[in-house]
């Protein structure tokens, strides 16, 4: 049990009534310290709020002032499952395709012609669609290209609803990830998708198609120059037909962008400039 004394002591260290202090401090003691760190901490409030701001002016609402981009952008593929690529269907069993329809379908959507004539400008193709600002004029918002569904031809869906899937003719959609400012291509030489099968497979993939013809970016969809700048942007795609792939086997398929001034996917990132995934068809 504390001792009478002690237990005095600690009373009298919360509040002694002779000094009139509290915790060992008078008011004025305890005012000071409070003032102190009032406007210590409105001090570095108003460092950091000055700070962002400054910060702030150096910024665009368009385009990154500094731009640590890959060299080579990477590929994406459609249609996609949500936990994986690879794309494996039963021919005689609708239900196993027909999600892979319903992600085409919506897609493609935007990219109906009716819908990118209402938007978007027709372009001259071969030639990079320049947008430059005037000095401090910004020259927004831009411009973009159509990209017609049909371009797509028989990949597109509209002459063939199920894009092929129905009798192991499947389509996949490709394309390039947006990176502001990328003009890829030199010379009027645009860039195109090539697919195939890996080593292993080489014997299974067969006949391939791509559309528009030879799987080719056009230069006008390019240069990209971001989303608040450009909110039409249509992005361009390459279809890819599988016509006699070998049914009932596992065909791991790459495909590969290729451009004359894109360096090929370094050992550190096998993934930049391609896709890689792999493609079932059951007959039964």
């Not at 003691?29 to 409070?34: A, E, N, P, T, V």
């Not at 962002?52 to 150096?58: C, D, F, I, P, S």
């Not at 129905?166 to 697919?195: F, H, S």
């Not at 056009?218 to 599988?242: D, E, I, R, T």
Request: glycine share 8%.
């Amino acid at each position: 049990m504390a001792k009478a004394g002690e237990k005095g002591g600690w009373k009298e260290f919360v509040w002694n009534p002779r000094t009139r202090e509290f915790l060992g401090r008078t008011a004025s003691s305890w005012g000071l310290i409070l003032l102190f760190y009032l406007v210590f901490y409105i001090f570095l409030a108003g460092l950091f709020a000055l700070t962002m701001y400054v910060m702030l002016q150096t910024l665009d609402d368009h385009k990154p002032t500094w731009q640590d981009r890959l060299a080579t952008p990477g590929m994406v593929i459609r249609p996609k499952g949500s936990e994986t690529i690879d794309i494996v269907y039963s021919i005689q069993k609708t239900e196993t395709w027909d999600t892979y329809i319903q992600i085409l379908d919506k897609f493609l959507l935007p990219y109906n012609d009716s819908i990118q004539a209402q938007k978007n400008d027709e372009c001259t193709p071969d030639q990079y669609f320049v947008q430059e600002d005037s000095g401090d004029v910004r020259n927004n918002p831009k411009r973009s290209c159509q990209f017609n569904r049909s371009s797509l031809y028989n990949c597109s869906g509209l002459d063939n609803s199920r894009y092929g899937y129905e009798d192991g003719k499947p389509c996949i959609i490709i394309k390039m990830n947006r990176v502001i400012g990328l003009r890829p291509g030199n010379n009027g030489q645009a860039p195109y998708v090539t697919c195939g099968a890996k080593r292993e497979d080489s014997n299974k993939i067969g006949e391939l198609v791509y559309y528009p013809p030879n799987g080719t970016f056009n230069l006008m969809y390019y240069p990209y120059y971001g989303k608040k700048a450009q909110v039409n942007y249509s992005q361009p795609l390459v279809a890819v037909k599988f016509l006699n792939i070998t049914f009932n086997e596992d065909v791991n398929i790459e495909c590969k962008i290729n451009a004359n001034n894109i360096p090929a996917g370094s050992e550190r990132d096998k993934f930049a400039g391609r896709v890689s995934f792999k493609l079932r068809i059951n007959s039964n």
